[in-house]
């Protein structure tokens, strides 16, 4: 039997999670032809079960809608994470129900709010006992519901929990306690307000409750993915309004490779070492050296674009020997950059008060030419 990734798991609008129209990030670790039975998920039936933990979040300032999620299945992006562009995100997990995603985006988009949605999803579904769901619109306003026939007296136990926000809704179970949806909420609270990607916020929040160790259940982790749309003209490459599509099917640390990945592709300064190369986290180097002064301190507005723009050039590297030579710090190769220089380098810019306009310019840069 071959076995295919079919459509029949992401409809149309089933659009999935950071970045300007550069961002587009399409990335999935896919099940490929087999010939054998043996091979087929004996759980891709009309219901799916994920038990995992996962965030829902919007970004008022962008308009973002998007999902963050890990479990211990495999192939966790291809069911549970929805997203609709100006609409909202919802997580269905647990009992996965697929039809959750696209009946609940649509009610949202008919003008129900996420509760009546909610409310009307969950009469019609017999197996509503089963199921664990968050969702969340573009207003903020969330809802959530946890069956409790599945779970049974555990589901007032630790391993069981929701928590809501005013742009965020986080839900989990099968968990190692109740802190871990609680991390969740901490580490994604703390970067309100910055000049982020959503899907950069959601994957730090979806690993800090990794940390403290996430899905109780025996084993490791195996999938996770973070998927965001965005409304905004020409912020998407793809009609749905995807930006950001990131789905490690079967890794053993996923949500590290979910952030190894979003880094690389987004070529965020810091996902490697510089030392003579040609990328655009040079030219995000190159602004924050400008910002302090290092780099070309003569020239008012630093050229963005244009030939040499993102190439390591001579006169970058000194910027950065003088850089390192100003905090004490000694290498035997020019222009070395590692993440101490690039955490002292934004440490001294928010002292200065530049670091948010500085990273506003940056989130303009960031973009996927992939």
Not at 52 to 77: H, K, M, N, Q
Not at 138 to 148: D, E, F, P, V
Not at 220 to 230: E, F, G, P, R
Not at 245 to 259: A, F, M
Request: proline fraction near 5%; include cysteine.
């Amino acid at each position: 039997m071959t076995i295919k990734r079919t459509s029949s798991l992401k409809s149309h609008s089933r659009v999935i999670p950071y970045p300007p129209p550069f961002l587009l990030l399409l990335v999935s670790a896919v099940l490929l032809p087999v010939e054998t039975s043996s091979q087929e998920p004996v759980a891709w039936g009309p219901t799916l079960e994920f038990h995992t933990f996962s965030i829902v979040a919007i970004d008022p300032r962008t308009g973002e809608a998007g999902v963050a999620v890990t479990t211990r299945r495999p192939c966790v992006g291809n069911a549970v994470p929805w997203v609709r562009p100006g609409v909202g995100a919802v997580a269905t997990q647990g009992g996965t129900r697929l039809e959750y995603g696209n009946d609940l985006l649509d009610f949202l988009e008919e003008g129900l709010s996420p509760q009546e949605a909610m409310d009307r999803v969950v009469a019609a579904d017999d197996g509503r006992e089963r199921r664990q769901v968050g969702v969340i619109d573009m207003l903020g306003r969330t809802a959530q519901w946890t069956g409790s026939g599945q779970y049974g007296a555990e589901a007032q136990g630790d391993w069981v929990a929701e928590r809501t926000g005013s742009t965020f809704a986080v839900q989990g179970n099968s968990l190692v306690s109740t802190g871990v949806v609680d991390r969740v909420v901490e580490a994604f609270r703390a970067s309100e307000g910055s000049i982020r990607h959503l899907a950069d916020r959601m994957i730090e929040a979806l690993y800090a409750g990794q940390l403290i160790g996430g899905d109780g259940r025996h084993g490791d982790t195996q999938s996770a993915a973070v998927l965001v749309a965005d409304p905004r003209p020409g912020r998407s490459r793809r009609p749905d309004g995807v930006t950001v599509d990131i789905n490690v099917c079967e890794h053993s640390e996923p949500v590290r490779e979910v952030r190894r990945i979003y880094d690389s592709v987004s070529e965020t300064l810091g996902f490697r070492t510089l030392r003579q190369f040609a990328g655009r986290d040079v030219l995000q180097l190159k602004v924050m050296l400008h910002a302090l002064g290092y780099f070309r301190p003569d020239t008012l507005v630093l050229p963005l674009e244009g030939s040499g723009a993102e190439v390591y050039s001579p006169d970058a590297m000194d910027a950065v020997d003088r850089f390192r030579s100003d905090q004490g710090w000694q290498t035997s190769v020019a222009g070395y950059v590692d993440q101490r220089t690039i955490n002292r380098l934004w440490a001294l810019l928010d002292e200065a008060g530049k670091g948010n306009e500085v990273r506003t310019i940056l989130l303009e840069l960031a973009r996927v030419s992939r």
